[in-house]
């Protein structure tokens, strides 16, 4: 309501409540969409249908009915993300009027974080269960520069001049900065309806820091004019989690959950040392964060008493984060303004665990994979006339060269669990993925 009221006061002085925005350094933005702990890494992230332990608040909430006792879960993380720039300098050469080539040079801004994603207790009553936790969904920085790209064009015989050109083309050079967090804090309740169904809802305030700055080079004749691009923001929201879960057998269950993720204001603010050409005016405008929200479906099914099998699918509503966006580069294609924008995508997470059941104390092998589909903003139209102007002086548009670079990412699992009696479990798992590696050591003690 408050958030509305700004909004509302904005709206009337003058200044719009916009979305995300264009600016270079929010590319390929990360949250936490997977369940929390060890054990369900492991199985890939599967873990919606199951749901029983201490995790359950965040991977489904109605899960929290299949714990029978009071139950304290942590967990432990370390994470190396490569920051992949995949356009951090090198060449574009026009072979015609609508086509050329993208000799791109890659970089990486490596980040390596440690940290305890997630805190959380569970006690059960009567068939009623209630629980608090502290979920870190969000936290990821870089910080990189980019070199200019240099672009030979056609001259005004229509022929490519790249040796001969003495005076190429150039796409800006760049210093960009992301430093998001953001920290859920939450309670839970779940009540059973019957012996094999369960209902859950999850509550949480969230906090969000949020860092998106890109410091661009536009190189005169001259001199070199400055523009600062920056988008900055600290703020507070709610958001929630409704699941539910149905065993029509001992040996299969299946759950679904609803995340419905909090939005936060930031200010966007665009200056430059001078006025320039195809560059918007200064400004400064709030906008709305809005993290997506995310649809689930899972199963879990064990056909002997040492295996389970988990399918999840995670429908994560994406482009709800450029539903509508400041714009920050100004660039159009005739009468068509080109923005970045984002495209809705379905997670698949599959994994499988076999219990040594004949130890003094069993053991667990689990296996996972699941397929995050490309979920960077792209060109909101397939533009491959980067130029503009006449043939003979023609000028670069400021757009990110991102059709380009899609690509689907591929996460595979291995975990390992111990169950000490009924009291104590520890798991521990490894993720690798094509830009990331993770290793997450978890715990369940219930009392």
């Known amino acids: 309501m408050n958030r509305l009221l700004v909004c509302l006061l904005l709206l009337a002085t003058g200044t719009l409540c916009f979305a995300q925005h264009n600016n270079r350094s929010a590319r390929d933005l990360q949250f936490r969409f997977g369940n929390p702990g060890a054990r369900s890494q492991g199985f890939g992230g599967a873990f919606i249908g199951l749901a029983d332990d201490a995790t359950a608040p965040v991977a489904n909430p109605a899960g929290m009915l299949r714990t029978a006792k009071r139950s304290l879960a942590f967990e432990l993380n370390y994470e190396r993300q490569d920051n992949e720039i995949p356009f951090f300098g090198g060449t574009i050469q026009q072979q015609n009027i609508f086509e050329f080539d993208f000799n791109f040079t890659e970089s990486e801004a490596p980040e390596n974080t440690f940290q305890v994603p997630y805190v959380a207790m569970v006690f059960p009553k009567n068939n009623l269960r209630y629980g608090f936790f502290m979920h870190q969904q969000a936290n990821l920085q870089r910080s990189y520069r980019t070199e200019p790209i240099t672009i030979c064009h056609l001259n005004a015989d229509f022929y490519p001049n790249c040796d001969q050109d003495d005076n190429p083309l150039q796409f800006n050079p760049s210093t960009d900065i992301l430093d998001i967090e953001m920290l859920n ?149 005739e009468d068509l303004l080109v923005t970045q924008s984002m495209k809705d995508v379905t997670e698949i997470h599959v994994g499988m665990e076999y219990v040594f059941l004949n130890l003094a104390y069993p053991l667990s092998l689990r296996l996972g994979y699941w397929l995050d589909p490309y979920h960077a903003a792209t060109n909101n139209i397939e533009d491959s006339q980067i130029l503009e102007g006449d043939v003979d002086r023609p000028s670069v548009r400021d757009v990110f060269f991102l059709n380009a670079f899609e690509d689907d990412n591929n996460h595979y699992s291995l975990g390992l669990g111990w169950s000490f009696g009924t009291n104590l479990q520890f798991d521990a798992a490894v993720e690798v993925a094509d830009s990331s590696r993770a290793a997450t050591v978890s715990g369940i003690y219930r009392f």
């Open 185 to 333: 804090v939450g309670a839970s309740f779940a009540f059973g309806i019957g012996d094999r169904f369960s209902m859950g809802v999850s509550v949480f305030f969230s906090q969000m820091d949020y860092q998106a700055d890109s410091i661009i080079e536009f190189r005169q004749i001259l001199n070199t004019v400055q523009v600062q691009k920056l988008a900055r923001g600290e703020d507070e929201d709610f958001g929630g989690i409704i699941g539910f879960l149905w065993r029509p057998a001992e040996e299969l269950s299946l759950g679904v959950t609803y995340k419905s993720q909090p939005e936060f204001e930031y200010t966007a603010t665009l200056t430059k040392d001078q006025p320039l050409p195809r560059v918007p005016d200064d400004f400064t405008q709030i906008g709305l964060f809005k993290v997506p929200d995310s649809l689930g479906i899972g199963i879990s099914f064990a056909p002997l008493d040492n295996i389970t099998v988990n399918v999840d699918a995670n429908r994560v509503y994406y482009s709800e984060i450029t539903d509508e966006l400041i714009d920050f580069s100004g660039v159009r294609v």
